[in-house]
């Protein structure tokens, strides 16, 4: 059980400390696992992004990435699919490095990008290529090694 699910359980909700706390564990673990505790690369309060990132934490991170029901491998291949029909390749090359962190091999990644252009369409798929392939080249050698399974 998460943070989340045992507030579910008192019947009281989650506060958003509790929620801004479980996000930033959450997606710290997925996103930069192996940073060191207490790194931050969090923009000034009064950023233009700052309100996003702090939505980002508590509605994404929290509820969504926390929540029981799927693992976060299977959580990656979901929201892979979905950033590939949104056209969002920014955020699918973060969502890239995230799936490799989750245990998705470039095999699996090729196939859920094949698999969207039946559905999203050729365009997309093919920006999302361009995109994982970026980010595929530049990792280092231990991990072009560990990231080139079949399945």
Same mark, same amino acid.
């Given at each position: ?16 400390a509790?929620?801004?706390a ?27 992004? /700052? ?10 991170? =929290?509820?969504?990435? %926390? *929540?029981?029901? @799927?693992?976060?491998?299977?959580r ?39 698999? /969207?252009a ?6 997309r798929?093919?920006? =999302?290529?361009?995109? %994982? *392939?970026?980010? @595929?080249?530049?990792?280092?050698d ?10």
């Open positions: 059980m998460n943070a989340v699910n045992d507030q579910h359980a008192s019947a009281e909700p989650p506060t958003e509790t929620l801004r479980l996000g930033l564990e959450t997606m710290l673990a997925i996103a930069a696992p192996g940073r060191p505790a207490g790194a931050s690369t969090a923009p000034p309060p009064d950023a233009p992004d /700052a309100a996003v990132i702090e939505l980002g934490l508590v509605n994404v991170w =929290a509820t969504l990435w %926390a *929540r029981e029901g @799927l693992g976060r491998r299977d990656s291949l979901v929201t892979l699919g979905i950033l590939i029909a949104l056209g969002a390749e920014t955020e699918f090359t973060s969502h890239v490095r995230i799936a490799l962190n989750n245990g998705l091999t470039k095999h699996e990644i090729t196939e859920v990008i094949c698999h /969207a039946g559905y999203a369409g050729f365009p798929s093919m920006a =999302a290529a361009k995109a %994982a *392939r970026q980010v @595929l080249d530049d990792l280092p231990e991990t072009q090694a560990r990231v080139q399974g079949e399945s």
